[in-house]
Nanobody
Framework: QVQLVESGGGLVQPGGSLRLSCAAS???????MGWYRQAPGKQRELVAA???????NYADSVKGRFTISRDNAKNTVYLQMNSLKPEDTAVYYC?????????????WGKGTLVTVSS
């Protein structure tokens, strides 16, 4: 079945950068791929999303700092995170959405932890 595997999380200093990757298998034509995050004590929230055609949207809290991109040939989505802040600390989850004329499904990765701390 479908698998989404995240990588790139870790510990970074405030002001630093990380690049997250999500490699998908099982479906090669996801309509939308994106990143969500969940911080301790908070609900999971959308960080960024991108369509197959390259249209993007971002949470207000990350605009100007994060950039989402995708490589359709590799079936991979990326999240470049710059100017990281302690409040960016969270588990980041890859999401992929597939739909056709009569069916739609969301798939989720297991998550990768990003910790921003001195």
């Amino acid at each position: 079945q479908v698998q989404l595997v995240e990588s790139g999380g870790g510990l970074v200093q405030p002001g630093g950068s990380l690049r997250l990757s999500c490699a998908a298998s099982g479906i090669f034509s996801f309509n939308v791929m994106g990143w969500y995050r969940q911080a301790p004590g908070k609900q999971r929230e959308l960080v960024a999303a991108i369509t197959r055609g390259g249209s993007t949207n971002y949470a207000d809290s990350v605009k100007g700092r994060f950039t989402i991109s995708r490589d359709n040939a590799k079936n991979t989505v990326y999240l470049q995170m710059n100017s990281l802040k302690p409040e960016d600390t969270a588990v980041y989850y890859c999401n992929a959405h597939y739909s056709d004329y009569a069916y739609g499904t969301d798939y989720w990765g297991k998550g990768t932890l990003v910790t921003v701390s001195s």
